[in-house]
């Protein structure tokens, strides 16, 4: 565990770089060996659109770098937040220093973007993506950006982690979401095992579908089992029948263009419609998991 410590206390940038590229690269490569869907969409182009707003959210996460790093050297020499009020095994503090650190920064903004309209108007851009996989992993507008930096900001001043656990948490945090946002699929049952403690493929894929009440579910990226304490799971056996985007911009014209995606936080607020199909074998709809 020290070792690991040190190596995130003193992480190189061009590390942190690698585990972005390596982590799209890799799940890039599976998305062709074990497909979840196959899509017949122009992959490049897509990836091309996605990574732009990859680049964005680096931008931002740069420019709030300094103040999340200034919070974190304050916890450690004045011993504040949560982490520092009982003392804890190394392996059990960084635990719960992730859970703390994905609760608040990951889950809880997670969930208010889907609770106020201005907010969702910001969200709707990583929503509108009618073809999920792991480059959707960081399609954000570059202003749910900022909420999102604002938040782990939050979070590592609520739980008082120390720089290594911030940068070791932003670290699982990419890769996890590149994980569960790539268009793969894993046997069943090892996917169903995985969605008791992280957030597997099938249980996110599920939170992409383009209607309610399935798109206000899981909104876990690293644990899931927040999603099953705060009654916001819900599982679909066949993911394959899920519809990928959001019903209130279904146009290519709206979700696939950068200029109108920029400007969607923007327009006038469309109301969500919610799905009342009963459920039939070829409808997804929430069921208990096995």
């Not at 996917?191 to 876990?220: C, E, F, Q």
Request: glycine share 6%; no cysteine.
């Amino acid at each position: 565990m020290e070792k690991l410590v040190l190596y995130f206390e003193h992480i190189p940038s061009w590390h942190r770089s690698l585990i972005l590229g390596g982590g799209l690269v890799l799940f890039w490569v599976l998305e062709g060996l074990v497909p979840l869907v196959r899509f017949r969409y122009h992959k490049f182009r897509h990836a091309g659109l996605n990574l732009f707003f990859t680049l964005t959210t680096v931008v931002v996460n740069l420019f709030f770098a300094s103040l999340i790093i200034m919070a974190a050297d304050y916890s450690t020499r004045h011993h504040s937040g949560l982490l520092h009020l009982f003392p804890m095994p190394l392996w059990l503090f960084t635990l719960v220093g992730l859970m703390l650190l994905d609760l608040i920064g990951a889950w809880f903004i997670h969930w208010l973007h889907h609770q106020i309209k201005w907010m969702w108007k910001f969200h709707l851009v990583h929503h509108s993506d009618t073809w999920v996989d792991t480059t959707t992993a960081n399609r954000h507008h570059p202003g749910e950006s900022v909420f999102r930096a604002l938040f782990t900001l939050l979070a590592v001043i609520v739980a008082g982690s120390p720089v290594w656990l911030v940068f070791l948490y932003q670290s699982l945090s990419v890769l996890f979401s590149q994980f569960n946002h790539a268009n793969i699929t894993l046997p069943k049952w090892l996917d169903t095992a995985l969605g008791w403690v992280i957030v597997s493929p099938d249980m996110h894929k599920v939170h992409h579908h383009y209607r309610r009440p399935l798109t206000d579910t899981n909104y876990g990226n690293i644990f899931s089992f927040w999603d099953r304490l705060f009654g916001t799971f819900a599982f679909v056996k066949d993911t394959k029948s899920l519809h990928y985007g959001i019903d209130t911009h279904p146009e290519e014209k709206e979700n696939n263009k950068m200029g109108n995606l920029l400007g969607m936080p923007f327009q006038s607020y469309r109301p969500p419609t919610t799905d009342i199909i009963p459920p039939t074998t070829n409808s997804p709809s929430p069921t208990t998991p096995p």
